[in-house]
Nanobody, 114 residues
């Protein structure tokens, strides 16, 4: 069974930083893309950032210039460096791995508050 485990969430003040990690384990096919999504209470899940095996990257407009996604292909891991965090970044962040199948992690909570 493929497992995706997110880590690195927590409570930070506005303007602070966090680094999220997602590690994929188990019998997994070649990964075509990895991505981070988030969902705030009462809102729909949205794409935050994505990176392909060819290292093409896409960011949501709301996080451009503040967040950086990176990938370690050998470790089947993806990371999200989040800087200059805002209150509106508060959400559960989910890791997604796209192969021949589509896998999701259980999420890690990021709370930005004074």
């Amino acid at each position: 069974q493929v497992q995706l485990v997110e880590s690195g969430g927590g409570l930070v003040q506005p303007g602070g930083s966090l680094r999220l990690s997602c590690a994929a384990s188990g019998s997994i096919s070649s990964i075509n893309a990895m991505a981070w999504y988030r969902q705030a209470p009462g809102k729909q899940r949205e794409l935050v950032a994505a990176i392909t095996s060819g290292s093409s990257i896409n960011y949501a407009d709301s996080v451009k210039g503040r967040f950086t996604i990176s990938r370690d292909n050998a470790k089947n891991a993806v990371y999200l460096q989040m800087n200059s965090l805002k209150v509106e970044d508060t959400a559960v962040y989910y890791c997604r791995v796209i192969t021949l199948k589509d896998y999701w992690g259980k999420g890690t909570l990021v709370t930005v508050s004074s």
